[in-house]
T-cell receptor, first 115, second 113 residues
């Protein structure tokens, strides 16, 4: 068990470009989450998957954002036509829903800088 | 999910117990209290959670008041590596309702040598 893995760790892009991030969850975890964190703030929930189904999207997830989790394994988060306001840390977490509790395990994040 | 209130920052001497408070006066009967921490430039790390009984694990202890309106996370022997932002989160059990965690600004705990 190597934990949640995110790639790349850092991404610098120019405004207007598209970027894609990848998250590999802990194996056998059926839930996968994406969060965004800006400087000085706590993480903000974006979306989550149960297996391959995207079950919830935050209003923070604009039309320029799309997430996929094909085959219920790894997930990708794509941002189209990036804006400077998209600069943030993008965090992925995974969990195995058991009973009444759901402990989410986070990756180290991908830091996006839009110039 | 219920709203939580935490002090923005706290100091603690190395080797002493760090006691981090959290108020969640609007907590519902089916909401659990979770604690996570985030060390600089890392993702959040799960620490402990509980419903109404006190809980202890290898990292910390969680004390929940009888009325469940507040809780305290205790790090029994704080080390410099415990310097981090600590988040108290309440969340409905069983995966019901919104599934994402709602983080506030947390408490920045600074362990002094």
């Amino acid at each position: 068990d190597t934990g949640v893995s995110q790639n790349p760790r850092h991404k610098i892009t120019k405004r207007g470009q598209n970027v894609t991030f990848r998250c590999d969850p802990i194996s056998e975890h059926n839930r996968l989450y994406w969060y965004r964190q800006t400087l000085g703030q706590g993480p903000e929930f974006l979306t989550y998957f149960q297996n391959e189904a995207q079950l919830e999207k935050s209003r923070l997830l604009s039309d320029r954002f799309s997430a996929e989790r094909p085959k219920g394994s790894f997930s990708t988060l794509e941002i189209q036509r990036t804006e400077q306001g998209d600069s943030a840390m993008y965090l992925c977490a995974s969990s195995l829903q058991t009973g009444m509790t759901n402990i989410q395990y986070f990756g180290a994040g991908t830091r996006l800088s839009v110039l | 999910d219920a709203k939580t209130t935490q002090p923005p920052s706290m100091d603690c001497a190395e080797g002493r117990a760090a006691n981090l408070p959290c108020n969640h006066s609007t907590i519902s009967g089916n909401e659990y209290v979770y604690w996570y921490r985030q060390i600089h430039s890392q993702g959040p790390q799960y620490i402990i959670h509980g419903l109404k009984n006190n809980e202890t694990n290898e990292m910390a202890s969680l004390i929940i008041t009888e009325d469940r309106k507040s809780s305290t996370l205790i790090l029994p022997h704080a080390t410099l590596r415990d310097t981090a932002v600590y988040y108290c989160i309440v969340r409905v059990g069983g995966g019901g309702g919104a599934d994402g965690l709602t983080f506030g600004k947390g408490t920045h705990l600074i362990i002094q040598p």
